[in-house]
């Protein structure tokens, strides 16, 4: 499983997928941090791992990438066990992003995202062009930001830098513990939009930690809800988690207000619309049709109409009332 020059890099596999199976960790003084976890995640895949303090969520990341090493079960990529491979090669397969970057202060910018490549041995030039492309692909030209140094950077440009540094060698697989949660609100929300669209592009496997719910349902396919020793309570797309909490854990973790937060990741179909009036369409605001119904509620609450209008490809095919809305976001459903 170790990496080399001539398989690491843009010509190398995407993304791999994940098992854990009955994974533990525990401390020579007897304290469990994950007791027996298993969870399978699809190449490809964004799965969020989150729950309170002390849930063990983080240590789980640690022990895919073997920073901590397990006590107990397997942790396979693409069917490997990756407890029976040189650790050193291993992370070279691996990106690791945490909260506070980690960049090296005495390096620049360029040096930082070569790291990897430069220690696999790749030759200078193509170095280059892969610290290049990966600066343009999240946001940072190279020929403005290449020589800076950490300390010339904002806190959302270094996190930037952190993702560009863990995508340097083509990995695999992507750990991401906390990355957006050390910047203010309006920065965060840039990041967490420019990283959907830069995974819309790369596709990798990432296994992200946050303690932050509604980014869990905005960035995640699948979201995984840890309680304490690492014990798996829910394991679900959003809009499942949020519609059908499956403990009376998860049912309070996701709070009262989860139908708000289950309309951001339901979007306005066909069977949820409503006949069209006779009269008085044009004055509605309109969504499309695959639109958000948290953004359909969202005009209704902007404005007077008690409606919106439904639309695909500008025509109109329906409308949605408050009571609809809110039942989309219902946990009965």
Same mark, same amino acid.
């Given at each position: 499983?170790?990496?080399?020059?001539?398989?690491?890099?843009?010509?190398?596999?995407?993304?791999?997928?994940?098992?854990?199976?009955?994974?533990?960790?525990?401390?020579?003084?007897?304290?469990?941090?994950?007791?027996?976890?298993?969870?399978?995640?699809?190449?490809?895949?964004?799965?969020?791992?989150?729950?309170?303090?002390?849930?063990?969520?983080?240590?789980?990341?640690?022990?895919?990438?073997?920073?901590?090493?397990?006590?107990?079960?397997?942790?396979?990529?693409?069917?490997?066990?990756?407890?029976?491979?040189?650790?050193?090669?291993?992370?070279?397969?691996?990106?690791?992003?945490?909260?506070?970057?980690?960049?090296?202060?005495?390096?620049?910018?360029?040096?930082?995202?070569?790291?990897?490549?430069?220690?696999?041995?790749?030759?200078?030039?193509?170095?280059?062009?892969?610290?290049?492309?990966?600066?343009?692909?999240?946001?940072?030209?190279?020929?403005?930001?290449?020589?800076?140094?950490?300390?010339?950077?904002?806190?959302?440009?270094?996190?930037?830098?952190?993702?560009?540094?863990?995508?340097?060698?083509?990995?695999?697989?992507?750990?991401?513990?906390?990355?957006?949660?050390?910047?203010?609100?309006?920065?965060?929300?840039?990041?967490?939009?420019?990283? $959907?669209?830069?995974?819309?592009?790369?596709?990798?496997?990432?296994?992200?930690?946050?303690?932050?719910?509604?980014?869990?349902?905005?960035?995640?396919?699948?979201?995984?809800?840890?309680?304490?020793?690492?014990?798996?309570?829910?394991?679900?797309?959003?809009?499942?988690? $949020?519609?059908?909490?499956?403990?009376?854990?998860?049912?309070?973790?996701?709070?009262?207000?989860?139908?708000?937060?289950?309309?951001?990741?339901?979007?306005?179909?066909?069977?949820?619309?409503?006949?069209?009036?006779?009269?008085?369409?044009?004055?509605?605001?309109?969504?499309?049709?695959?639109?958000?119904?948290?953004?359909?509620?969202?005009?209704?609450?902007?404005?007077?109409?008690?409606?919106?209008?439904?639309?695909?490809?500008?025509?109109?095919?329906?409308?949605?009332?408050?009571?609809?809305?809110?039942?989309?976001?219902?946990?009965?459903?």
């Amino acid at each position: 499983m170790d990496v080399t020059p001539e398989t690491a890099g843009p010509g190398g596999p995407r993304a791999a997928s994940i098992t854990l199976e009955g994974i533990s960790k525990r401390y020579p003084d007897g304290t469990e941090a994950v007791r027996e976890l298993s969870l399978d995640i699809t190449a490809g895949e964004l799965v969020v791992l989150i729950g309170p303090s002390g849930c063990g969520k983080s240590t789980v990341l640690r022990m895919v990438n073997r920073l901590i090493e397990p006590t107990g079960g397997r942790i396979l990529l693409d069917g490997e066990d990756v407890t029976r491979v040189d650790p050193v090669g291993l992370r070279r397969r691996i990106g690791y992003v945490i909260q506070n970057v980690g960049l090296f202060p005495h390096q620049t910018v360029s040096a930082n995202v070569a790291t990897v490549p430069q220690l696999l041995g790749w030759p200078r030039e193509r170095r280059r062009q892969r610290v290049d492309e990966l600066l343009e692909l999240v946001g940072l030209d190279p020929a403005q930001f290449g020589r800076r140094y950490p300390h010339e950077l904002s806190g959302g440009q270094r996190q930037r830098v952190g993702v560009a540094r863990a995508l340097a060698a083509d990995p695999v697989v992507l750990l991401m513990d906390e990355p957006f949660s050390a910047v203010d609100p309006i920065v965060r929300t840039r990041l967490q939009e420019e990283f $959907l669209r830069l995974q819309a592009e790369v596709r990798k496997t990432i296994v992200l930690v946050t303690h932050d719910l509604d980014e869990a349902v905005r960035l995640g396919d699948r979201i995984a809800v840890l309680s304490q020793g690492g014990h798996l309570e829910q394991y679900d797309t959003p809009a499942a988690l $949020l519609g059908a909490p499956a403990t009376p854990f998860v049912r309070e973790f996701v709070g009262a207000d989860r139908g708000i937060r289950r309309l951001a990741v339901t979007p306005v179909t066909r069977e949820a619309v409503e006949p069209l009036p006779a009269s008085g369409v044009a004055e509605l605001p309109a969504v499309a049709l695959g639109g958000s119904a948290y953004d359909a509620l969202g005009m209704l609450l902007t404005s007077a109409a008690d409606r919106v209008v439904v639309t695909d490809g500008g025509r109109p095919v329906g409308v949605l009332s408050r009571t609809r809305l809110l039942e989309l976001g219902s946990s009965d459903r």
